[in-house]
């Protein structure tokens, strides 16, 4: 009588491992289309960094301080003139809080979507103004300026939550006090 749930409890050990494994999927934010990354730039489409992205779906320039001036940089020339200098929000939305207009952008893999995909009005897709190793390090950026209760960001694993320090925006009192 035991035989099929050891079955069962077995096929599990068997499917889990192969599920979590499995490559993330990527689609336009908006229409849902997938999103196959033909038409990303031949430059940068083969690091390592895009490689483990593509197969798990973790961006590991989040963990690696020292991409962190580079990717500045690129925030600055690509995202910061309408999402503002700390991500604080301008004429596109605030990206330093936990509030997302698309809840998919709490994962490295939603937020790598939009980016690659655009989403609505001024929001371009970023696929022929970025590599898609830049677009990983520009989100290393955007995750770094995050000024919320690491609690709250989803993107984060329970590690990183714990060792995870707010972004503290220099206060515009320090020139002037
Ligand atoms: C020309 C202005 C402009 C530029 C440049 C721009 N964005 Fe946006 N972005 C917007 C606007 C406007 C929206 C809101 C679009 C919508 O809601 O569909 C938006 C939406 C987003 C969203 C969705 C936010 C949410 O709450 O779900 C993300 C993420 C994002 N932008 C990231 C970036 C990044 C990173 C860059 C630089 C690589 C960038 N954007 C460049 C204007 C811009």
């Not at 990983?136 to 919320?148: D, I, Q, S």
């Amino acid at each position: 009588m035991t035989k099929p749930r050891i079955l069962a409890a077995f096929a599990m050990t068997l499917i889990i491992p192969v599920a979590a494994m499995a490559a993330p999927q990527f689609f336009n934010i908006i229409d849902g289309s997938p999103l196959n990354f033909d038409d990303a730039m031949e430059e940068g489409r083969d690091t390592e960094a895009v490689k483990h992205f593509l197969e798990t779906g973790e961006n590991v320039y989040n963990e690696d301080p020292e991409i962190l001036p580079e990717a500045e940089e690129l925030y600055a020339g690509m995202c910061s003139g309408c999402h503002g200098h700390y991500a604080e929000g301008k004429i596109g939305p605030g990206l330093n809080d936990a509030y997302w207009t698309y809840p998919g952008n709490e994962t490295d893999v939603g937020l790598f979507s939009t980016l690659y995909g655009g989403a609505t009005g001024q929001m371009g897709p970023m696929w022929g103004s970025l590599t898609l190793d830049e677009m990983l390090r520009t989100m290393a950026w955007v995750r770094h300026l995050y000024t919320g209760d690491p609690k709250d960001a989803s993107w984060l694993t329970d590690e990183q939550k714990a060792g995870f320090t707010p972004f503290q925006p220099k206060s515009s009192g320090e020139d002037q006090s």
